[in-house]
Structures are given as C-alpha cells and as structure tokens.
C-alpha cells in the first residue's frame, strides 16, 4: 500500500537534528571555540595542556597535547589537520605543525598601534586569511621552513567581517553605520567580487552588525542577507533584503517581508531560507523562487512566509543509560547561527543541524499551484510527490481534475526540463581564475527533482483501485496524464497505455476505447498492436483495431512489423493471437516458420492449444503442398513425434469405438 500523508496536530515544519553533536559546555574553567572551515569544536580546559578537537561529519575526537599551556581566543586546525593555528591576544596568531607537542611555535603578528586582529581563516592546507581592523592579509604557510608569506593584502579600515568557506568569501564592512560592503573571493586565487550599500540603519545612531548581515548561496548564486529591523517601525515588521552577486555587482532583487520586529538568525537549508524570530519562539519559511506576493517600486521581489511561523519542533539531549534525557530551551539567548543550517549551543554542549519536516509543510500548504513547484525545487522529494498525487486521486482527499491537471504539468515541465538539460550536458571548459567567480555565481541553478512517467506508474497509477474510485474519474486522470506527457514532449511508456486499455476494457467501455484510438489519444505502437491482439477473446473488435494499427505502422513493403508484433505476442505466451495473425497473411507472399509457433505451443504444457497449432500447419502445408508431412527445412520432426505420441493412440482408439 501507498504511504499516505498523515499529520497530527502540534506538528512543526521545522526541526533540529536528533542526534547532536555533543561537547563539554562552557563554564567557568572551561573554553569553547568553533570552527566553521573544518565543522570543528575546540575545547581547552584551564591550566590544562590538552585540547579536544571534535569533528561533526564524520564524527570524531582526538586530542591535541601542547608543549605549554595557553590562554585561546581562537583555535583552527588547517584543512589537512597537520598545522594547528591559535590566537592568544588581538595582535598575534601562533602556528605548530603536526604532532604539535615538542614543536616551536613561527608566529604571525600585527602593530598594536596600527591594528588588531577580528580572526582567521583557513582557505586551503597551507593558506590562511587574517582578518583585521586594517583590511586582510591572505598569508601562505611553508610548515617545512615555519615560514609566513603574504600573498595578498588589503588595506582598509573595517569596523566587522564576515566569512563563507564554501565559496571562501569575505564580507568588510566599513562606514558610520557598517553599511558598505566589500567582497573578495579566495576559491580559484584572488578577486574582488564588489562593493556595494545596503539600505542605511533604521535610524541615525544604529548600525549594522555582523548578526545581521548573512552570505549564502541560493540554487548556485551568491548572495549577501541583511536584516533591518526596528521596535520604531510603524507596522512593527522587519525585512530581510537579499543582494545577488551579478556581473555587474551586488544588485538587490529580493525582500523577505516578516512578521515581526527584534532579533533574528537565519538558517538556509535545500534553499529554503528559515528564518528564526527570539521573541516569539518561531521560524518563518521563504523560497524566493516562490511566486511573489507583490514588486516593490524598485522592482524587487517581495515575499511573505509560505506558511504561519511554527516553532521549531521541541527535542531533548539523550544522556547516559541512568540519566533523565534534558529538554532543550528552544531559541535559547544562548544559541549561536553558524551557515548554512548549524546551531550552537555552548551552555548545554550540543551542535544541531537544522532541517526541514516536508510532511507537515505538505499538510499546510493547500494550492497545488505553489506546492508542487516547492516541492520540485527541493532534494530527494520523489516519494513525497508520488503521495500528493495518490492522495489527490484518493476519494476522501480528492482533487478536482482541473488541479490535478496543473500538478501533472507542474511534474512533467520538470522532468522535461531535466532530461534536456542531462542530454545536453557537456563537461564544463576550465575557467580563468578571474572568471570563475561569475560563471559560478551569477548564473541561477534551479535542480529540479525528476519524477517521470515509470516513477508515476509504479508509485501510483499501477497501485490505484477502480473499484474504489469511480472508473469514470480512473480514466479521466489516465487520459490527463496522457495529455500532459504529449504537451512536453515525453515519450509514453506502453505500460501507462496497457493500464488505461485494460482498464476500457474490463468494464466494458468498448466505444471509449474506439475513440481514444480513433482521435490518437492512445497512440499507435507495436506495444500497443500486441495488447489489442492478446484482448480478443475478451473483445472480439480488439483483434481488427489491432489489424488496423497494424497496417499504419507497417513500412511499405515490409513486413517486419508483423513479424515483430508476432515475435512479441509468442514471447508473452500469446499464441493463438499470433496464430491468428498469421491467418491474416495467408493470401499474402509471407514466409513462415512453423517452429517458431510449435515451439512455445509444446512448452505450454497445455494439449488443446498444441494440437491446435499443429493441426493448423498441417492444414497449411496441405493447402501447399497437397500433404501434411513438413519439409526438412523446417526442422519439425520432433514436433511431429510429440503430436503422435499425445494424439495418435487416442485417434484410433475413438475410430476403433466408432
């Protein structure tokens, strides 16, 4: 049976990962630091010379002993786990190479005068990004030599900054209210993505922090999040305004229209933008691949939350075997947002990933029009489509056909979009470095879930039951199916026309049946013709539709289409309808090999239906030749011993009766 959509009441669209990852929390003698780079927790204990480096995916620990202690303000490991970079105080970063212990500290230090380090960065094994109050410095680590070398520095006087490893980019914000941005990238070398300004504070005295500002990727373009909010704002709602990083610069295209004011976080997950409301303990969902709800005047995109905020769904940290399981304080001041989708929370010692709850977000959002396109944009969502469509087709959760229509093009653009886009791939040519950013950022990348017609008929339309729904309704949705397969150009599997001619047939709509094949509803295919041929003992007229559907896919002199209809009617066990074709071709120069119709007749087990075919031939070769025997060409004989041995004795002993 189909796994069919239930929700219960209390249910939440989003939820946070069952099994977190877990940490010794922060408490008086003990530091917490997280790496972003590597997904890695630092754990440095006071007085002591071991430090705990836990890794998220996949999950492990491993402790690092130092020759000293020390007092941390950062701690990374580099990307190959080898040199161990640490901060101590805002003016100097210190490196050790791998086994750590017994190893001497080569130190990269800034002019207290002039500058203080805000962090650091890891963009490759041996590359490091130094972010301070004076610009940046991209320095390459020689860990053979305990060697520092800048290989890019810019100076420039930065009140924040923020970072992305993924896309290795780097955010300063510079001006009285932080609201000039400057970008670099360090993926494929160095480039300057722009500069840009987002809207000014609220009010004259506020400023922009690095909270409120966000980069992330969206189907394959970078783009940079601001959040403007203010408690003066005369409807009392924040906005989130998104700038896409374009060929010609940062240029704004979207707002997230929300329905509060305070402090918010951000989460961004399957490009689904989550975004988390402190106050009132709830998340808002957006796509802005969504159809938009109004344009402003500047033409940006406004977009309201798909559905009512929801709180996050509770969950609770699992303790030891004797231990109670602890409750988790949703939306905790405690927690930390790290991109895309990480939460922090360093007062229980626990890191979650947050994800999606399809099922309910299933539930609630009722217009097709906007679900099935939601749900095609998002990944590994087949099964999830399959049941919104038996559900659809289901007499207690019916849809009118008219819906049903636009779920059925919704699902098929897709998978149309999808297979020219596989056809057509081609491996992609290298890129100058100077160039790689815009061909990877600039150009949106909307990956939509194929869900074809054998998916369809095996997940749906081979499990529905005519005796349940009306067999009125049955073949409305079957010929709508067709419809829309035909509308984009997608071929029509001949199981999805087997099941829709049976089904005529079997309850007796014979003068449908008539129509559809008159009218090209059904298309003709060798398939097909079979079908028709195999359904004549049910319905007599199915042998000649066949004939006819025969003769217009026959090529002019020809007759490998009969031979491959035939060929196909006997490997189904189809005997008699082949036999039955092969009467047709009688007054025909058609060549024949009595064999290929003996054979699967004595494998049959069934004696009517041999004597049968053999008793045909036999005839035949009368009509041809004036007697019964088979010629040696046609390699017969052990056919005609086996038709003696079964018939022989039972002919004369009903002679001898006579």
Request: glycine share 4%.
């Amino acid at each position: 049976k189909m796994s069919h959509i239930r929700v219960k009441m209390g249910d939440h669209y989003v939820r946070l990962s069952e099994s977190p990852m877990r940490f010794t929390p922060v408490n008086h003698s003990t530091s917490v630091f997280f790496d972003e780079s590597n997904n890695q927790i630092f754990v440095a204990r006071e007085g002591s010379c071991v430090i705990d480096a836990i890794t998220m995916d996949p999950h492990s620990v491993k402790k690092i002993v130092l020759k000293e202690t020390q007092k941390f303000d950062s701690i990374k490991l580099s990307l190959d786990q080898k040199i161990l970079a640490y901060q101590s105080d805002r003016t100097t970063i210190r490196f050790l190479n791998a086994p750590f212990d017994g190893q001497e500290a080569y130190v990269y230090s800034v002019k207290p005068a002039q500058s203080h380090i805000y962090g650091f960065h890891w963009t490759s094994d041996t590359e490091v990004l130094v972010v301070t109050s004076a610009g940046f410095d991209w320095i390459q680590v020689s860990a053979s030599r305990h060697r520092l070398k800048s290989l890019k520095n810019i100076a420039l006087a930065t009140n924040w900054a923020n970072y992305l490893h993924d896309q290795r980019i780097l955010l300063l914000a510079t001006g009285l209210q932080c609201n000039s941005f400057h970008l670099f990238t360090f993926k494929k070398g160095f480039a300057k993505l722009g500069r840009f300004d987002c809207e000014p504070a609220p009010s004259a005295t506020a400023k922009y922090s690095e909270r409120d500002v966000i980069i992330t990727t969206l189907y394959g373009c970078v783009y940079v999040m601001v959040v403007r909010s203010s408690t003066r704002s005369p409807d009392g709602r924040a906005e989130v305004n998104l700038y896409q990083h374009t060929r010609d610069g940062f240029m704004k295209t979207d707002t997230l229209s929300l329905d509060f004011t305070g402090r918010f976080a951000i989460s961004v997950v399957d490009n689904t933008i989550i975004v988390h409301h402190q106050t009132s303990r709830s998340s808002m969902l957006f796509d802005i691949k969504c159809t938009p709800e109004a344009l402003d005047r500047t033409a940006t995109v406004v977009h309201r939350p798909l559905l009512p905020s929801l709180s996050i769904a509770p969950t609770q940290l699992l303790g030891g075997p004797d231990e109670d399981p602890v409750p988790c304080v949703l939306y905790s001041s405690a927690w930390i947002f790290f991109q895309p989708n990480l939460v922090v929370d360093a007062k229980l010692g626990a890191i979650w990933k947050v994800s999606l709850k399809l099922e309910p977000i299933v539930s609630s959002m009722r217009d097709m029009s906007r679900l099935l396109p939601f749900l095609l944009r998002r990944s590994e969502t087949s099964q999830i489509i399959l049941d919104v469509f038996a559900a659809a087709f289901t007499p207690a959760t019916k849809r009118p056909l008219s819906e049903i229509a636009i779920m059925m093009d919704a699902v098929n653009s897709a998978y149309s979009i999808s297979q020219t886009k596989e056809k057509h791939a081609q491996p992609p040519a290298p890129l100058d470095p100077a160039d790689a950013v815009y061909s990877l950022h600039s150009v949106p990348m909307v990956k939509l879930v194929a869900v074809g017609p054998a998916d369809m008929y095996r997940g749906v339309l081979s499990q529905l039951d005519d005796s349940v729904i009306s067999v009125q309704f049955f073949v409305a949705i079957l010929v709508e199916y067709l419809r829309s397969l035909n509308q984009f150009n997608i071929a029509i599997d001949h199981f999805i026309l087997e099941l829709i001619i049976n089904t005529l047939v079997r309850h007796d709509r014979h003068y449908q049946l008539h129509q559809f094949l008159q009218y090209h509803v059904i298309n003709d295919s060798k398939p097909v013709a079979c079908l028709l041929l195999s359904l004549e003992s049910r319905y007599p007229p199915a042998f000649q539709l066949a004939l006819d559907m025969m003769k217009r896919l026959q090529v002019p002199n020809s007759s490998n289409s009969i031979e491959d209809i035939q060929e196909a009617l006997l490997s189904k066990g189809y005997i008699l309808a082949a036999l039955r074709l092969q009467r047709t071709l009688e007054g025909e120069n058609h060549p024949v090999q009595p064999r290929r119709f003996l054979e699967p007749a004595a494998r049959s087990g069934d004696d009517m239906l041999f004597f049968t075919v053999y008793k045909y031939f036999e005839e035949r070769n009368v009509r041809l030749r004036r007697r019964t025997d088979f010629p040696p060409g046609d390699q017969c004989d052990e056919y005609v011993r086996l038709f003696k041995s079964k018939f022989d004795d039972k002919t004369r002993a009903a002679g001898g009766r006579a």
